[in-house]
């Protein structure tokens, strides 16, 4: 079947089988492999992926539902910096050994943060929950997810109060 | 794994649903959020010959509060609900539950219909239907017909609809001032599905039960209403009592996680909670 659709603000037109799934996809007929594969059934997060700008299991969406949205991978957000910050604490963190699940815990994570302040760590926890790591024991994710809402809640903070003092 | 070959085909209106469905008849499998349909496809647990992609159906993605009550579409996701001030006020158990169904990339794709017509027996959203005595809405060749949420379970993935009808709506009666809810379920991890869970919606008044619904889910088969142990909480009985009542209202299942006796046991340790916290509230 014939899909048209955007991925990482590119316009896609492409022919695919309707079983083929959003992952297999994007890897395979487009070479987006920073999504991953897991357990194809939608327990591990490994393929997670925005669609819509909402996050979704890539492995759970078919390529020929997502014929006509917008799809974002961690390839787009890295090239636009929009997570720049995350990565870095990530790696500021040590919050990744093997790297398998780095890129769906990083959209996971923005999806949180996104959404303005400072989540608590039970917060953070519950968002990444339904993503595995199997190398790190999370402490470090929850940790450099943490910093970055600080970061990023400092930063909206100081750009107000010099907004305030050039009054 | 990866699904075996099936076709694909988009239906844009309910009508043209129904006729795809009578068209391709039982090889066919309604896709509605797929959060349940696309594992199953790529375990290869179900191979269809063809999906009708009914999501894209917007009609059916709504939710209306009307002096009869609340209407939810069919196609209404988790994420909406979690998101309306609507339901929170009209149906809070049901926003409350929404919290404990999987995670937030499943919640952004999952349907209350899909769950509904799914009937995992460990699914929250059955329970919490049974709890709210909620109507379910289904449309067929035939026309539209209402199905008691009592009803609509009938068995392990098994509900009430027939193979050519199609799940559209969930209607629920305005909630009466001395409303209260309760919701609680034991998981390994956070998203999991329970190991035994508990939804309940009632009404209290000068310190008795007047109403009280007990759903169960991840006990036995299907989602379960504990019958007899809510007429003792309504007729003034004790929570021993009730508690014990709940051997005669489940039937418990083994299965890797949980034996039928630890299942009953955790069912009462849950009544106990919930109904306790609701008297409280009350």
């Known amino acids: 079947m014939n899909i048209t659709l955007s991925v990482n603000g590119e316009t896609v037109t492409a022919d695919v089988l309707p079983r083929t799934h959003l992952v297999d996809f994007l890897r395979e007929q487009l070479g987006l492999t920073g999504s991953h594969l897991g357990c194809e059934h939608g327990v591990c997060g490994a393929c997670t992926v925005r669609l819509d700008g909402d996050i979704v299991r890539g492995c759970l969406v078919l390529a020929v539902q997502a014929d006509g949205c917008v799809v974002e991978t961690i390839e787009g957000l890295s090239d636009t910096g929009e997570i720049a910050d995350l990565q870095a604490a990530f790696i500021a963190r040590n919050a990744l050994q093997c790297g398998f699940c780095t890129p769906a815990m990083l959209i996971a994570a923005q999806d949180l943060l996104r959404h303005g302040g400072v989540p608590t760590r039970e917060e953070i926890r519950e968002h990444l929950s339904g993503n595995y790591c199997r190398c790190t024991g999370y402490q470090a994710i929850v940790d450099a997810v943490e910093q970055t809402a600080r970061q990023r809640h400092d930063a909206v903070e100081s750009t107000a109060g010099t907004r305030e003092a050039a009054r | ?282």
């Open chain 2, 1 to 282: 794994m990866k699904a075996a070959a099936f076709d694909y085909v988009r239906a844009t209106s309910v009508g043209e649903a129904l006729s795809l469905l009578t068209r391709h008849g039982t090889g066919a499998k309604l896709l509605a959020g797929g959060q349940s349909l696309l594992p199953a496809l790529n375990l290869r647990l179900s191979a269809p010959d063809i999906l009708i992609d009914i999501s894209r159906i917007d009609a059916l993605r709504s939710i209306v509060v009307s002096p009869s009550g609340l209407k939810i579409g069919a196609l209404t996701r988790h994420a909406d609900l979690l998101g309306s001030a609507d339901i929170a006020r009209h149906a809070p158990l049901l926003s409350r539950a929404i919290v404990h169904v999987a995670h937030a990339a499943l919640r952004s794709r999952g349907t209350i219909g899909g769950s509904l017509a799914n009937a995992d027996p460990a699914a929250e959203l059955p329970a919490c239907i049974l709890a709210l005595a909620a109507r379910l809405v289904a449309e067929g060749p035939d026309g539209v017909r209402v199905i008691p949420a009592s009803s609509f379970f009938t068995g392990l993935f098994e509900t009430a609809l027939r193979p050519d009808e199609i799940l559209t709506a969930i209607e629920i009666d305005p909630q009466h001032a001395d409303a209260t809810h309760g919701f609680e379920e034991l998981a390994r991890r956070s998203g999991d599905y329970a190991i035994v869970g508990l939804a309940a919606q009632g009404r209290r008044a000068n310190g008795a039960w007047t109403e009280l619904r007990l759903g169960y889910f991840s006990v036995g088969t299907r989602a379960t209403l504990a019958l007899q142990a809510a007429e003792i909480l309504i007729g003034g009985g004790s929570l021993d009592e009730a508690a014990a009542a709940l051997g005669r209202d489940l039937q418990p299942h083994d299965d890797l996680q949980a034996s039928a006796s630890t299942r009953l046991h955790l069912a009462r340790v849950l009544l106990r909670r919930v109904v306790t916290r609701m008297e409280t509230a009350a």
